[in-house]
């Protein structure tokens, strides 16, 4: 099975920058999304990347619209989220995972990466 390994996580001020990678040991599946996990709720989606090999289509959260962007790179086997204006309720684990119907995950978890946002 395909694992994920996610990085670039870091502690940034409010208003500042992170670029998360998720290298995947094998090939990316057409969809690929970023979660989010706060300590004590449930992980959320927060971005989607559709790739039909020519070109892409992304989706976001409300909670990260206009601030975070995700992107591909099919050769490298890599997603990333570029996360600007960080802001203290960005605070989180992030993870990486291929979705299937309804946006459901199913590929094991990687061991995620903490993003901290200092007020």
């Known amino acids: 099975q395909v694992q994920l390994v996610e990085s670039g996580g870091g502690l940034v001020q409010a208003g500042g920058s992170l670029r998360l990678s998720c290298a995947a040991s094998g090939s990316l599946f057409s969809i690929m999304g970023w979660f989010r996990q706060v300590s004590g709720k449930q992980r959320e989606l927060i971005a989607g990347i559709f790739s039909d090999g020519r070109t892409d289509s992304v989706d976001y959260a409300d909670s990260v619209k206009g601030r975070f962007t995700i992107s591909r790179d099919n050769a490298k086997n890599t997603v990333y989220l570029q996360m600007n204006n960080l802001q203290p309720e960005d605070t989180a684990v992030y993870y990486c995972?291929?979705?299937?119907?309804?946006?459901?995950?199913?590929?094991?978890w990687g061991q995620g990466t903490q993003v901290t946002v200092s007020s």
């Open positions: 995972n291929a979705l299937g119907d309804r946006n459901i995950p199913f590929l094991g």
